[in-house]
């Protein structure tokens, strides 16, 4: 490998290291707000969790949907909260008691350091409802909207920056679905409404919800022509499973986004090429993350409860390493990709999990996230690496060593991460780092597990990082050892 500081990808955009909670399951209620909880603050939020969340500096949370946000109504959620009814919840089939709404998240983001990223509803409202929504939020006074949220107690605008017109519209599954001939003129109408209540916001429209839908990429395709000049980053989700229990392919997967990033770069660029424009769309991907624990369990939900556990995977060890290479990837694309949230937070597929009543606890996939979101601010630079590869069912030619490395230049350090996609045998990095004068290794983080299978619980933390890497740098290279399936943070700093 040779980690080289003139080979720049790019400033890394902090906003990658987002978020996203839902209106669904337990990632509002009994995640972020619990009023009866121990360790409940005056507002009903929990500590324990805030603490969490602010252990991952996370910047950027996508809120409040998801499915759910396709049928939202936002006025619902203000206000009064004894005023404020009780609807059926129709994306997730369950009771929304609203008592959470717009004003008490933007409270919560606050607390841990976050700005908030909004969704209007595209499915069942449109222009109308995202224009006021936006005047209630952003317009400092002196209209309906406006005054109606200084009535709620909030004199200040919120002034928030960005906002998602709609969610995987291209879906059959969303309520309100639409064609990409449907959304691109809805969302460029919606768009030009809402810049001119607050012409200083950045816009995401809807691409595809995955590489699997057989409108990719063509309904990316379709939505830009109609809104490239109105939006500024079109929408990428995409989740992952191991379903059929193959390790070496399920690694992979990482793979597929980055491929998914290329082409929807190529489809921004050719559109911006058809249009003559001197505007770049770049990439949010605000959904991604290892998602099937929990499908069996999720088919047996009462309907219409409220809070039930929904979506509620329990990482294991290897989900943490496809974690770890799908972070790696945005790193690689940050040239690209200006913001993307790990969906969900708390609760919903989620590095954070809370017992109701009880603790708060990390998953496995927690580390990865909180690993890169510390040691990967600043420049992202080109690695050039040489690594042994492997074929599996879906891939070709996968590298066994994935990485990435990050010059924070303001701090003095680089940080090199490396997943070691090997299952069975341990590999011999040599990392050529001599434009890096008078640096030392200062930290080797691993996050490795005999049991590819191991997860971590309320009571128990089996998959943890230690910082016991096995690494030296001598005149200029490197040598570490990165063990069979691991995560690897190697931190140089400058010698002071
Ligand atoms: O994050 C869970 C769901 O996944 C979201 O509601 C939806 O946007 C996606 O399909």
């Known amino acids: 490998m040779v980690v080289d500081k003139d080979f720049r990808v790019s400033e890394i955009d902090d906003r990658i290291y987002g978020s996203f909670i839902e209106h669904l399951g337990r990632a509002v209620y009994g995640g972020v707000y619990e009023p009866d909880h121990p360790e409940a603050d005056e507002n009903g939020f929990r500590k324990d969790v805030i603490e969490l969340v602010k252990e991952l500096n996370v ?10 946000v396709s049928a939202y109504n ?48 595209l499915g069942t409202r449109g222009i109308d409802a995202a224009r006021n929504f936006i005047e209630y939020c952003n317009h400092p006074g002196g209209t309906y909207y406006s005054d109606l949220r200084k009535k709620h107690g909030y004199e200040k605008p919120h002034n928030i920056k960005t906002w998602c017109l ?7 599954w969303q309520i309100g679905h639409k064609t990409a001939e449907e959304y691109g003129r809805l969302a460029l109408e919606t768009a030009k409404a809402m810049r001119l209540v607050d012409p200083t916001i950045e816009l ?27 939006i500024d980053y079109i929408s990428l989700h995409q989740y992952y499973g191991n379903r059929n229990n193959d390790t070496a392919n399920y690694l992979a997967k990482s793979m597929d986004m980055e491929h998914f ?29 290892v998602w099937y624990h929990s499908n069996q369990k999720d088919k047996e939900i009462e309907p219409w409860s409220i809070a039930p556990p929904q979506l509620e995977d329990v990482y294991n060890f290897e989900d943490a ?56 601010r600043g420049v992202a630079l080109q690695p050039v690496v040489s690594s042994p ?59 490795e597990n005999e049991d590819l299978k191991a997860v971590n ?21 490197v040598e570490a050892n990165l063990g069979k399936a691991s995560w690897n943070v190697i931190r140089l700093a400058k010698r002071k």
């Open 59 to 68: 910047p950027i949370i996508r809120y409040p949907g998801g499915n759910m």
């Open 321 to 376: 390493l496809l974690v770890g290479s799908m972070l790696m990837t945005f790193l690689r694309n940050s040239d690209r990709v200006k913001i993307a949230c790990m969906a969900q937070l708390v609760n919903v597929i989620a590095p954070i999990m809370t017992e109701n009543g009880g603790k708060a606890w990390k998953q496995t996939i927690f580390y990865p996230y909180a690993h890169v979101s510390a040691y990967g």
């Open 389 to 447: 590869k492997y074929d599996s069912k879906d891939f070709t030619d996968v590298p066994y060593i994935d990485s990435a490395s990050v010059y924070n230049e303001e701090k003095e350090e680089v940080t090199i991460f490396a997943v070691n996609r090997h299952l069975k045998e341990s590999v011999e990095l040599s990392a050529d780092v001599r434009s890096f004068e008078g640096y030392d290794i200062i930290e080797h983080i691993v996050l």
């Open 261 to 289: 990033i290329k082409t929807i770069t190529s489809t921004c660029d050719y559109i911006k090429a058809k249009k003559r424009s001197k505007k770049t769309i770049n990439l949010s991907f605000d959904e991604w993350n």
């Open 74 to 121: 936002w006025e619902d959620g203000v206000g009064p909260k004894v005023e404020r009814p009780r609807r059926l919840e129709l994306a997730w089939r369950t009771i929304e008691t609203n008592e959470i709404g717009t004003n008490e998240f933007v409270d919560w983001a606050n607390l841990v350091n976050s700005e908030v990223m909004m969704a209007v509803n």
């Open 204 to 230: 995401v429209a809807c691409g595809s919800s995955n590489t699997g839908m057989p409108t990719f990429p063509q309904y990316e395709a379709t939505t830009l022509e109609h809104t490239y000049e109105a």
């Open 166 to 172: 709609g969610n995987e519209m291209d879906g059959p």
């Open 457 to 477: 619980t309320a009571t128990s933390q089996a998959v943890q990082p230690h910082s016991n890497g096995v690494s030296t740098l001598t005149n200029g290279i």
